[in-house]
């Protein structure tokens, strides 16, 4: 496991008049090398646990495993330093944080306070740019110049130069056009396929990640609501609307046709490419004389 | 989320004082101001004392809240303290060491210094703590208006008041974002030596005040495209209403004067 949370509750300002529980009792598991999705309706506590998991937050309760890092509530925690290299936090909007005036200036400031030579530095920026599919030419220019779907790659980039292991992103799609999104998310799937790394996704579109996500995890009101594939979630949508989310396209169009055409126990194809590939496999189905009554088939 | 910013934040329980007029609580804290300046003897105090912890403790509001509200300035009142004791050279001789002396009157303007301040501050918390940003704008939005005669625009002040109250919280919980991804990337400003701390402090200020401004562009780009004008004759949703309640919260006040100034 990467990432292991016991009976964690998060409270913000303790011990005061604003006392606010924005985590109960999580218990959760996030395997090495999956790509997990978090969703959860406004306020559920997303945006909290993923600050657990770098320690940017210390749980108010229970124990956090990250790696090889054990963090307990009321103990003094190890040093985080080390911990932060290796976990990368992507904020929402994260191009908000940059500040350099060059693009390879802000990927090389989290490398060097990580303690890396500024050659090595160098070396990673270019190599996190590639990975984001930027780009070289973009390394001279100033980040407040730089369109917005690119600013937010190359920010994520500044991240993914620490060279981390996990890699947790808060909504990172938030605001983009379609084709960036779509982009944006293969990126990250190939990172996690083709490097290894463990990626974390806190979405509002779950739509846009349920064909990559290996597992999903369902927050309401500060508490776990779903903790599986999205196998399992396709076979029961209505944990979505009980969590206040709406059921994806991907996932409506899938249970449709599974039922028409008992398909139930499959694997669900949740890309429209896929599953238009499955309807021209399935024996009879140009035959049943009423293709309009399947409506909304992408 | 940031506890010990206590400035402008208003806490809810309900009672009398919550539900007064903010012109009368306004005008009830200048009053004040002019009660502390007025008490300089030890029964002034007291009755200042009493009097100023009956009027908190009705707003069920606990008092340390009041009294966080004054720590920030502990060191101020200690070196106001020191000043005072050191430099006012009347009354009896306390404490001498060769041309060095500490005097009865110097203790005793020391004392009443630090309290005045002490009250002063934690008293006018009680505005804050009451009153909404918002109605306490249009408290002094009214209480402003007959400067208006003058040529002067309450309007003006009032707004600008308010826009900057309003995002106060706002620049600070992104401040406090952008300290956290800073820190996620490896520049964590508790856990640095302060020397690397003044180059990091860099990497918040650049964020945070471009996205003050950019903020600001964005006020003024959705007040201009929904015809706001200043100086416009604009109604209300909440209309101020001066209650037999405010008459009494003001009239405790003047009392107060007069009791402390016949002592």
């Known amino acids: ?83 932060r290299r290796r976990v990368g936090l992507v904020f929402q909007f994260p191009e908000q944080q940059m500040f350099e005036d060059t693009v390879e200036k802000d990927l090389c400031f989290g490398p060097l306070n990580f303690g890396m030579s500024p050659e090595e530095a160098k070396e990673r920026a270019r190599k996190a740019m590639l990975e984001m599919g930027l780009d070289l030419g973009l390394l001279t220019r100033n980040p407040f110049r730089l369109s917005g779907g690119q600013m937010r790659k190359a920010a994520i980039a500044s991240v993914l130069a620490m060279d981390p292991e996990i890699v947790v992103l808060d909504e990172p799609t938030a605001t983009l056009d379609p084709v960036s999104r779509a982009e944006l998310i293969s990126q990250l799937e190939r990172l996690c396929r083709e490097q290894g790394r463990t990626i974390i996704i806190v979405t509002h579109r779950m739509d846009e990640l349920l064909p990559y996500a290996d597992r999903w995890i369902l927050l309401k009101d500060g508490k776990i609501a779903f903790q599986g594939s999205g ?42 490419e896929s599953l238009a590939e499955l309807i021209a496999s399935l024996p009879g189905a140009g035959t049943s004389g009423r293709p309009e009554e399947e409506g909304g088939c992408p | ?110 004392a009443f210094s630090v309290i005045r301040m002490l009250f002063l501050i934690t008293f006018t918390a009680l505005l804050t703590f009451t009153t909404t940003p918002g109605k306490l704008n249009q408290g002094l939005e009214g209480i402003l208006s007959p400067f208006k005669k003058l040529g002067l625009s309450p309007d003006r002040i009032t707004l600008m008041i308010s826009i900057a109250l309003r995002f106060i919280p706002t620049i600070l919980d992104e401040a406090q974002i952008i300290m956290k991804a800073q820190a996620s990337r490896g520049a964590d400003l508790q856990e640095l030596p302060l020397k690397e701390k003044a180059r990091m402090l860099v990497s918040l200020l650049v964020p945070v005040i471009s996205s003050a401004f950019r903020r600001a562009q964005d006020l003024v780009y959705s007040m201009e495209a929904r015809g706001f004008r200043m100086d416009a004759p604009r109604s209300r949703y909440h209309r101020l209403r001066w209650g037999a309640a405010d008459t009494v919260f003001v009239a405790m006040f003047v009392i107060m004067g007069v009791a402390v100034a016949l002592l």
């Not at chain 1, 005061?16 to 406004?42: C, F, M, R, V, Y």
């Not at chain 2, 309900?14 to 300089?40: C, N, P, Q």
């Not at chain 2, 009294?67 to 502990?74: F, N, S, V, Y």
């Not at chain 2, 000043?83 to 009157?105: I, N, R, T, Y």
């Open chain 1, 1 to 83: 496991m990467a990432i292991q949370l016991e009976q964690v509750s998060y409270t913000y300002a303790d011990n005061s008049l604003w006392k606010q529980t924005a985590l109960h009792e999580i218990t959760l598991g996030i395997p090495k090398g999956s790509l997990t999705g978090i969703a959860g309706a406004t306020g559920s506590g997303k945006s909290t646990l993923l600050q657990l998991f770098n320690g940017i937050l210390k749980p108010t309760q229970g124990t956090v495993q990250v790696l090889d890092v054990t963090m307990r509530a009321g103990e003094k925690s190890p040093k985080l330093l080390p911990l």
């Open chain 1, 231 to 272: 196998g399992e979630l396709a076979a029961d949508p209505d944990i979505l609307a009980r969590c206040g989310l709406g059921v994806p396209h991907s996932l409506r169009y899938w249970r449709g046709i599974a039922g028409r055409f008992g398909l139930a126990g499959e694997k669900p194809r949740l890309t429209p």
């Open chain 2, 1 to 110: 989320m940031n506890e010990r910013l206590l400035l402008g934040r208003s806490i809810e329980t309900g009672s009398w004082v919550h539900k007064l007029d903010a012109r009368s609580k306004l005008t009830g804290m200048l009053l004040y101001v002019a009660v502390i300046l007025l008490s300089d003897s030890w029964p002034s105090m007291a009755l200042l004392a009493a009097f100023s912890i009956a009027v908190m403790a009705s707003t069920r509001i606990p008092l340390k809240y009041f009294i966080k509200a004054a720590k920030p300035l502990r060191y101020l009142m200690l070196f106001i303290f020191i000043v005072q004791l050191l430099s006012v050279k009347a009354g009896d001789v306390l404490w001498s060491a060769g041309s060095f002396s500490l005097h009865e009157g110097g203790l005793r303007l020391a």
